[in-house]
Every structure is written in structure tokens, then in C-alpha cells.
């Protein structure tokens, strides 16, 4: 979880995809506004705002480097991306 602290503030890339569905959701930018647990603390949440957020169950198949976020999660099929980006 405190690895995540390193998005906020950050302008990223949310990329949604479906394994069962050939087509993915449009790439989204957002800023991170905070990265926190759920509070049954079985999702973490990605804030954009006060109100929005992208939940990422925490039981997903995770990589990571300095600069992505992937969790590919086995119940829905969903894979998550989030990747920092440079505002030019």
C-alpha cells in the first residue's frame, strides 16, 4: 500500500481490460489525488477527487515498476492498468 503513495499527485493512464472481451474501455487520464485501502479493506482505491475512484481488488495478480501499476484480477477477468504520464 505505501508503495502506491508514490501515483498521488501524478497525472496517469487508466486502462481497463476485459480477458473475455476482445474491445478495451478508452485510456482515461486522471491526477491521483490519494491512494487508500476500502474500508473492508478488500480493494484499493486510486481517488481522482473527494468522490471519484477506481477500486483494484487487493486478492489481483500484481506487477509493478517505478512508473505502472498492473493488477489482473482472476474472478472478473479485468486487468488494470496505471501508468504515470508526462504533461508537457
Known amino acids: 500500500m505505501n508503495e502506491l503513495q508514490r501515483f ?3 497525472s496517469i493512464e487508466v486502462i481497463i481490460q476485459d480477458a473475455q472481451v476482445k474491445d478495451q474501455a ?3 487520464q486522471k491526477k491521483v489525488k490519494k ?4 474500508p473492508d479493506g478488500t480493494h484499493v482505491r486510486f481517488y481522482f477527487d ?3 475512484f477506481l477500486a483494484v481488488p487487493k486478492d ?3 506487477s509493478q515498476t517505478d512508473t505502472a501499476f498492473c493488477a489482473s484480477d482472476p474472478k472478473s ?4 492498468t496505471i501508468k ?5
Do not use: A, R
Open 8 to 10: 498521488v499527485g501524478e
Open 77 to 80: 477477468g479485468l486487468t488494470y
Open 84 to 88: 504515470k504520464v508526462q504533461v508537457y
Open 60 to 62: 489481483s495478480d500484481i
Open 50 to 52: 473527494n468522490f471519484y
Open 35 to 38: 491512494v487508500q485501502s476500502c
Open 26 to 28: 478508452p485510456v482515461v
